[in-house]
């Protein structure tokens, strides 16, 4: 498993045991291939949080947005 590059290490450092579980495989995804960033998108309701690969953004970069 690829280690997580710093950026993606001080995104993840203030946040939940849940959202963690949630956005980490995407951020680790992202150190795997090292070719795109992470969005993280809140979706009001019962959905909550979701990140996907963003070839838009470049490999490092974590946004959020708000769906």
């Known amino acids: 498993m690829s280690e997580l590059p710093a950026s993606y290490k001080e995104f993840l450092a203030d946040k939940s045991e849940m959202f963690i579980s ?7 995804q992202s ?11 809140y979706n009001p309701g019962s959905t ?4 996907h690969l963003d070839d838009s ?11």
């Open 57 to 67: 953004i470049p490999y490092g970069v974590v946004l959020e947005d708000i769906d």
């Open 31 to 41: 150190a795997a291939d090292k070719l795109h960033g992470v969005r993280v998108v």
């Open 48 to 51: 909550g949080h979701q990140a």
């Open 22 to 28: 949630t956005v980490k495989p995407v951020l680790q």
